[in-house]
């Protein structure tokens, strides 16, 4: 597995170990505990020799392995990892003749989905950012090695939330905090999706999932993020933030923000990639998964919220802001 020390990466590898599996997780910089039945590599998703060695003897690799869209870098590291790196990934496990290999996309390769549309697999792909550019070229790669052989299965998650998720944890806070404005009506919709969820549908597209094939797996419902703030709102014991902000005057102070704070390499408290979630809708469609694969997403939002917002309260990340995850 790569990327196991992100949000997705540690409870997939937590899950794993539950169904008795044998894990080898690489990471970067941030650690791992240690755990019967886990290996821990530390390297770079770029170092070929590395990534060879590492899928040695192995009968399914999951490739979570990310630049996120706020990293604090530039479009040459976002490609050389999220392209490049599914490159390295993909070559060392054609050669290693690994059975099956998980990749994990976006949704942010669908960019902007229209008014009244809801995306499925064979929805045009349009991505806004470099970030989401970077994360379809990777997409364009996993294909590519499909069509030569690899068995792989691609996977577009919808919004993933749940207990450990540091980004979930920057809106919930702020909105807990009373310190939260919605930019614009609120209208866009999104797709959420609670990491069980997720998890449960990881595992059936290792399973059964077609080879070559492409999977949405998000949430039963499509959300207006106006309903998803308001669900973080109540859980979080607060009523629904009133103040709403115009998008324009909100967008062009993301375009300035984000660009004075790159120059002194520090993450903007609001920028265009943040601001992404409230003005780019992507409804997403699970028939293929449900049709194929029998997946059916179980946790509705309100109830996984207020699970996730208790978790942050009982660790601690409300109170004092975050600990260390895991």
Known sequence: MTGGSGFIGTHL?????????????????RPLPAADGLEVVQGDIRDFDLIRKCQRDIDVVFHLASALGFSLIGREEFFGINAGGTETVL???????????????????LGHVRSGLVADENHPLDPQDIYDQS???GEQIARRYARQGLDLVIIRPGWVYGPGD???????????????FLPGPGRTLQTPVHIRDLLAGTHLCAERGRKGETYNLAGAQALPV????AAIARAAGRKPP?????????KTAARLMGGAFSLIKKEAPLSLSRLAFFIHPKPLSIHKAADELDYKPLIEFEEGMRETVRWYRDNGWLSGGPKSWP
């Open 13 to 29: 590898i937590h899950d794993l170990l539950q169904r008795a599996w044998k894990v080898r997780a690489l990471v970067h910089h």
């Open 91 to 109: 070559q060392a496990a054609q050669e290693a003749a690994v059975g099956r290999v998980v990749h994990f996309s976006s949704a942010g390769v």
């Open 135 to 137: 994360k379809l070229e």
């Open 166 to 180: 540091r980004r979930t944890f920057k809106l919930v806070k702020s909105i807990a905090a009373g310190r939260f």
């Open 226 to 229: 106006r309903d998803i703030v």
């Open 242 to 250: 009133r103040l709403r902000l115009p998008l324009l005057p909100v």
